[in-house]
């Protein structure tokens, strides 16, 4: 079984701290990606990897940023969180030559 | 990536099949369709995906049309787990490079699924 775990579940952050998002996937694919969901507006794409060191901007990238230094572990960085960026962040991972994406569980980031 | 037309909401009776219908008329070619579902609180999970012909796996089957404009989701025995929210999403197959897996979600259809 493909498995993508998340760092947590539910985290609660203060404006302005640094937050740090952890996603670890087991099948060793080269593509992972970071999505928020909000309600009434979907699934939004943030960032992208398709190798190690190597990331692509999605469709909101503002205020977010990405490390991939291994295969396995892709990371989403709010340098300063503010209330906009609560919300439903999800991590999934695929492999090169296909659009199936495994998805973790999410983390749900209140930023107070 | 083509756009896609799902109904918002359907209801199934548990046991019976539940049928998930897409639109898709303007796919291409060389355009997949691939069908996610997500459960309530939990991230997105991958059903099936199929280009021409119609596909079976251990959680569903996809009928695509002949001219593939459009398709269903067939739940053969829907339980209460399938109760979630289905989407339909159109790729191009062959993009290469780092097109693979921007995947756009829509509003899906909000499937309940009944005892």
Same mark, same amino acid.
């Given at each position: 079984d493909v498995k993508v775990t998340q760092s947590s579940r539910y985290l609660v952050k203060r404006t302005g701290e640094k937050v740090f998002l952890e996603c670890v996937q087991d099948?060793?694919?080269e593509n992972m990606f970071w999505y928020r969901q909000d309600p009434g507006l979907g699934l939004r794409l943030i960032y992208f990897s398709y190798d190690v060191k190597m990331k692509e901007k999605g469709d909101i990238p503002e205020g977010y940023s990405v490390s991939r230094e291994k295969k396995e572990r892709f990371s989403l960085i709010l340098e300063s969180a503010s209330t906009n960026q609560t919300s439903m962040y999800l991590c999934a991972s695929g492999p090169s030559? &296909?659009? &199936?994406q495994y998805f973790g569980p999410g983390t749900r980031l209140t930023v107070l | 990536d083509a756009k896609t037309t799902q109904p918002p909401s359907m209801d199934c009776a548990e046991g019976r099949a539940a049928n998930l219908p897409c639109n898709h008329?303007?796919?291409? #070619?060389?355009e997949y369709v691939y069908w996610y579902r997500q459960i309530h609180s939990q991230g997105p999970q991958y059903i099936i995906h199929g280009l021409k012909n119609n596909e079976t796996n251990e959680m569903a089957s996809l009928i695509i049309t002949e001219d593939r404009k459009s398709s269903t989701l067939i739940l053969p025995h829907a339980t209460l787990r399938d109760t979630a929210v289905y989407y339909c999403i159109v790729r191009? #197959?062959?993009? #290469?490079g780092t097109s693979y897996g921007k995947l756009t979600f829509g509003q899906g259809t909000i499937l309940t699924v009944h005892p």
């Open positions: 099948m060793d694919h030559d &296909t659009d &199936t | 008329s303007t796919i291409s #070619g060389n191009v #197959g062959d993009a #290469g």
